[in-house]
């Protein structure tokens, strides 16, 4: 019988993306940069069956994007039906991107499994195709995912150990998301007047992003990773019916990080379609970071992580 084992970790995205070009093969209208979670992980079993199945965290599911996503890979290849087994170490559907380390881990698995010879940029063409933040999950570090004509070219900017930078995320709800991304940024597409200024200035935003990741500038990261997530949170606003994932106690957690950063700690706040914040520091800085953000009510907790590297193989039959 074959199968394998895999692990990708999530990743969060310092300029975003939320608006698609091609919603068919799922490819963004603009580029993003992003960087790996490594104390974060999905962990992924695939294996030949008789009926396909997929359970997450230990629940049977009917999930659409993974039965299209399988039924996809299956007609391509000629597959048998597969087995799903998939957990992640942290919270599904809240803004912790569990899609992108779990489209990143099944595709790994899957093509060792039934051998698929893929390349790294094919993985993470297939990736994409489940969820387009996943593609970036195949590698580790600081990574671009930039749209091409039928395809996306995922690049890694800098390894994982290549910066020391560290990640303290407050978990503010212990809900899962009202809107998910793929229904939401279609909406903001649709319905916002301001979609055509965030698509142009999100291409300004990830060159100015790139270079302050090859530079190492914190202080220029910090600018440019803010403004992008405010003007998607505000793109997300402006959406009719209104997208609203922060609550109260997101904006403590701004505004806490606005006073560190006054108070000479490199530290800058990103945050995704969720309501939990990542605040992301130099390392030496983040036991503080975290003890000042787990201080606020509606801070459940505060997860720490370091860069992470890309998706591993864990065992094969
Ligand atoms: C806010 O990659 O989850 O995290 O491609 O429709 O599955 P689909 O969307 P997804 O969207 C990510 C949105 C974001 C920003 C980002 O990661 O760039």
Known sequence: MRAATAYAHPNIALVKYWGKRNDELNIPATPSLALTL???RTTTHVEETTSSVVVLDDER??????????????????????????SSNFPANSGLASSASGFAALTLATSTAFELDLSLQEQCDWARRGS??????????????EPRENTCRVSQILHENEWDL???????????????????????????????AWTRTTIDAFGLGLSAVQN??????????????RHMHALMLSTEPSLI?????????????????AGGINVFYTIDAGSHVKAVCESDAVNEVSDRLRQFEGVHGVVVSS???????VSER
């Open 245 to 261: 994932y922060w609550n109260a106690a997101t904006l403590h957690c701004i505004e806490a990080v606005e006073r560190m950063r």
């Open 38 to 40: 490594g104390d974060l």
């Open 132 to 145: 387009a933040s996943a593609a970036r999950s195949l590698h580790g570090g600081f990574v671009t995912l």
């Open 216 to 229: 190492k500038d914190f202080p220029a990261l910090a600018q440019v990773a803010e403004a992008s997530c």
């Open 61 to 86: 599911v009917d999930d659409n994007k993974i039965n299209g996503w399988l039924a996809q890979l299956r007609r391509q290849f000629d597959l048998p039906h597969i087995r799903i087994e998939s």
């Open 307 to 313: 860069i992470g590297g890309p998706a591993q193989l």
């Open 166 to 196: 560290s990640v303290a995320v407050a978990i503010t709800s212990d809900r899962s998301k009202s809107t998910g991304s793929t229904i939401g940024m279609t909406a903001s597409r649709d319905t916002s007047p301001f979609y055509e």
